[in-house]
Structures are given as C-alpha cells and as structure tokens.
C-alpha cells in the first residue's frame, strides 16, 4: 500500500461491513516473491502434503488443483508469510487482541471448471465460542467476475450464523440453504481485483464465489486464517462435523 492504513479507520468499516478490502496491499515485487513460492511450492512440497490437505477440481487432471491448505507448516517461506507479519497485525487489530494462525491456504479456479464457492459462514466451519475469527483473501493475479471474485453480504456478521447443509463443491463442502432472500441480493457487493489486493472477513460474515467461466484464465489466490486468543473451539461439535466430513468424502 502507498500508505500506512489508519487502522481505526479499517476497525469502524470492518465493525460494521463485516469485512474491509485493503488494495494494493502488497506491493509489486512482494507479490513478485508470493508467486514464486507458490510456483516453487507445488513441485516441491505438494506431493508431501497429506491428503486432505489438496484438492484437484478434476481429479484425473494434475493441471487442475484446486486448493491447498497449511502451506505455513510445510513451508518456512508460507510460515514467516503468516506468522509476525504484516497480516497478523490486521488481524490483531480487527479482532482487537492476540491472534493465532490457523492455515494458510491457496485457491484456484482453474479456466472452465473452477466451480462457484457457496454462500457460506467460515464459523460454521470453525465451531467457535466466541466467534472471534477473521479470513483473509489475497489475489494472486487479476481476479474478474469471469473467473470468480468474492462477493460478501454487508452487515451480515451482525445477524447471527444461518442454516447450512451439504453441497457438491469440494473444500465447501456447507452451503447457506436459504441464501438469496431480497435483503441478500441488496446487501451483496463483488471485489473483482488485482494482484496483491487484500480482503478480510468476519467469521460470521456471508461470502461467495462465482464460477471461472473463461476459457484460458486461472483464478489464484492465497487465504489466511487467524483466530482471536479468546476463541475456543467446540472440540465434541468439530469431531462430530470432521467425521460426517471423511464419510462424504469417501463416498465422493
Ligand atoms: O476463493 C474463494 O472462492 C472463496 C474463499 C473463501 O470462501 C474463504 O476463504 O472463506
């Protein structure tokens, strides 16, 4: 960013949007160095990953992954990315004490395939009490409502967690059931981007992702996940939802 930014200013709007947009927020050669480790990463360090921990859109074709996640615990360069950086100050001050890093993840939707992300809570997966977590989204590359940008719902952090249920994209697997009521459609705001632009989100906050309906773009971006030390997970719900996870997956 070409200024410091006023991190009250990004407290207010993120109190009462449930999210901020940071553009620009890493500059040209530090985005230079993020693709890099990722071009270096995926050769090196993916066929260590376990599995679980990748998906392939198609799983028969290695030139279509999808997702990553805990690049930081496979990767110094992921791990300094996440940990004392520039991203764990944001988040320390959106959720206004000590935060921990939960994953670092990375997102593609590759050309004619890369599925839409359902409207989803990120605490529905989390299990949390207090809800006191935020997910960061960083493009990697110019990202368009052709090849999927993500789409938030203004406020809707404030109005509680919605009913979820099973749905057939890999890596979000839970979707909100009843989205697209009229106060939805209102509320609902797109962030095409460029490269080294930054979202964040409340945990509680409503997003999406439209398919890559080009035929030649990809749709590359990392996440980072961070939970606020007061956040305790419900340990019995998780294990519960991790286990219905690992059935629908093997039946997949
Ligand atoms: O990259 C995407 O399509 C969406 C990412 C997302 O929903 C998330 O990080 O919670």
Redesign the pocket.
Known sequence: MSSKPDFQVLKTSFDRDGFISLPGFLSETEMQELNTNIDRFIPEKLPQMSTGHYFYEDKNDKTTLKQMQDLEKYDPYFKSLAINSRFESIARVLLDEDVVCKTV?Y?N?PPKIGK??PP?Q?GYYFMLKPQQAV???LALEIVTEET?C?KYIRGSHLKGMRPHGRTSTLG?SQGIVDFGTEEDVKAEIAFPANPGDLLV?HSLTI???GANTTADRS?K?I?L?YWGESAKEDKEAKEKYMQQLDKEREKE
Do not use: C, L
Request: hydrophobic content about 45%; proline content about 0%; overall charge positive.
């Open positions: 993840e997102f939707k839409a992300t989803h990120d997910t960061m989204w999927g993500v979000f989100h997003h999406r992702a749709r971006a996440g996940i």
